[in-house]
């Protein structure tokens, strides 16, 4: 496999994070674009990449600015280039929505069009998002399920992904889009439902905090793990042809499942920790998200490894252990001091 070379947008995030693992493990030279402020920031905005950093090749510039993204691609030969970053909280979605569309859909677009001029022979993959499919008309949903996205977050999201499909048929380029349903981990930004539950169990276990206040627990999603799901991304690439394709377990469960399992680990019932506040509500669906991945299945050979069970369990265990480990090191520093 040798020196294969891979620019990752979004290197810092999540996704971003297990890809640059799972890459660097295959033998690639991996690169990521970064903005200065973080790179100036090490600790807190490059936490999830600290462990690869003397592996990795960080190029300052943001995917908002078409100058730095031109230059990068100028400057060195790339075999595959990961498209991860993304405004990509759908919460904030509705309060945030220019912001949201222009950046998710310029940045895609600054990178395509400079890879078709510069370097048209690079792999492209965008990420994509079970959100485009919104207020869906049938479940499960799969590569022929009609897009009909409710908020800004889920419209740039498609139009990225037209985009992408444009570029592969008019410029003959190799690009293909994932659309990846919920992918947790204990990488995950606090923002998120499964992160916000995992990270209170641990503040409740620890006496910190009582109760955790969330919104629909009746919400359902189809959760798979973000490690799984990047090694789909690499495999898109790897293919004689380019095309699209959902990434999925295929399982739907609840908010309030996902909080009985976190729970039941400390030996605690959520009903006694849970509060539900309608301001963490959106708008309901009337066919849940729930994805059918038998093409990736099928053309790639993927398979998820680890089952809902395991995700709970692994991160609440990371978040028990991360607690743990700031109350003895603030227990060291009251003793120094
Ligand atoms: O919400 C419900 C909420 O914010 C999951 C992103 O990666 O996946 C993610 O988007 C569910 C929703 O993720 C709270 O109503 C209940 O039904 O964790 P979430 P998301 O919106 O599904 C898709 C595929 C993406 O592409 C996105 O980028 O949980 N829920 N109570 C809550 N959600 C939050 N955040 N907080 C609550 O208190």
């Not at 909280?89 to 929505?97: L, Q, R, S």
């Not at 990371?318 to 227990?331: D, F, I, T």
């Amino acid at each position: 496999m040798g020196n294969r070379r891979a620019l990752i947008t979004g290197i810092t995030g999540q996704d971003g994070s297990y890809l640059s693992e799972y890459l660097l493990e295959l033998g690639y030279e991996v690169h990521g674009l970064v903005r200065r402020v973080a790179l100036e920031d090490h600790r807190h905005r490059l936490h999830r990449i600290e462990h690869l950093l003397d592996r990795l090749i960080l190029h300052s510039g943001s995917v908002e600015n078409y100058p730095s993204i031109f230059r990068l691609l100028a400057s060195h030969p790339f075999d595959e280039c990961y498209h991860l970053a993304a405004q990509s909280f759908v919460g904030e979605d509705f309060e945030e929505g220019f912001a949201t569309m222009s950046i998710n859909i310029s940045s895609t677009q600054y990178i395509l069009s400079s890879i078709r001029e510069l370097q048209p022979q690079c792999r492209f993959y965008f990420a994509g998002s079970s959100e485009m499919f919104g207020r869906a008309a049938a479940a499960p949903q799969d590569e022929e399920t009609r897009f009909r996205p409710r908020s800004s977050y889920g419209i740039s999201k498609v139009a990225g992904f037209e985009l992408t499909r444009n570029y592969r048929e008019a410029y003959d380029m190799f690009a293909c889009s994932g659309i990846l349903f919920n992918h947790e981990s204990p990488r995950r930004g606090f923002e998120f439902v499964t992160k916000k539950i995992a990270s209170g169990v641990a503040l409740i276990a620890h006496g910190a905090q009582d109760h955790l206040t969330l919104g629909n627990l009746d919400a359902q999603r189809d959760w798979g793990h973000a490690a799984d799901y990047v090694q789909v991304m690499w495999l898109m690439l790897q293919q004689d042809a380019p095309d699209d394709y959902v990434v999925a377990t295929g399982q739907l469960h609840t908010v309030r499942e996902f909080c009985e399992l976190a729970f039941a680990q400390i030996d605690r019932d959520y009903r006694d920790h849970v509060r539900v506040d309608p301001r963490f509500f959106r708008p309901t669906e009337d066919i849940p998200l729930c994805g059918n991945a038998q093409k990736a299945r099928s053309q790639l050979g993927w398979q998820p490894q680890r089952t809902f069970p395991d995700l709970v369990r692994e991160m609440v265990e990371h978040e028990l252990y991360r607690r743990r480990s700031e109350l003895n090191s603030s227990r060291q520093t009251g003793l120094g001091s």
